[in-house]
């Protein structure tokens, strides 16, 4: 099958970045909704493959898992969630803001998630913990470290995923 014939769809929470989007894509804009990635926007669809880029890693631990079981009733049977940078635990703002659960932080006043409300961060267990309860197996696991050297030395670490539907 050609990728010209096969359907895309996207949410995107930010009403601003949806109209932009809408604007610049008009054939697929009857395929685009506005709201929070964790609602079934897409409610007669079944999905072949799912991305996402450091969206949901933006909600609680519980909202995450609850999200990834909603996936399993809409995506096809070996479906695939791609996962691009979820932020781990080895992220120098980790420790940063009030703690909302073991693995999430909210108030973040300072540094790249200043205001922007929750922000999880991950590790390798707690990934696998997560997508095995949701009915994911994790067929690649990728974690990103990079250390920025000027102006001052920090740390940025995210995971990479590739997980498959095994239920």
């Not at 506005?34 to 079944?46: A, H, M, S, Y």
């Not at 990934?127 to 990103?144: M, P, Q, S, T, W």
């Amino acid at each position: 099958m050609s990728l010209s014939k096969l359907n895309y769809y996207g949410i995107e929470q930010s009403e601003k970045a949806f109209e932009f989007v809408c604007k610049k894509f008009p054939a697929i804009a009857s395929q685009l909704r506005c709201g929070k990635i964790t609602e079934n926007l897409f409610p007669d669809v079944i999905f072949g493959l799912v991305v996402d880029r450091a969206t949901l890693t933006h909600n609680t631990t519980s909202a995450i898992l609850q999200t990834l079981k909603n996936l399993t009733t809409c995506m096809s049977p070996g479906g695939i969630f791609i996962g691009i940078d979820w932020f781990s635990k080895s992220h120098a703002d980790s420790n940063l803001g009030i703690i909302e659960d073991e693995f999430t932080r909210t108030n973040i006043q300072t540094g790249q998630f200043a205001n922007l409300g929750s922000v999880h961060f991950s590790d390798t267990e707690h990934l696998k913990k997560i997508f095995d309860e949701a009915g994911f197996d994790i067929v690649l696991l990728e974690h990103k470290l990079i250390t920025r050297e000027i102006p001052h030395g920090s740390n940025f670490g995210s995971f990479n995923f590739v997980t498959r539907l095994i239920i």
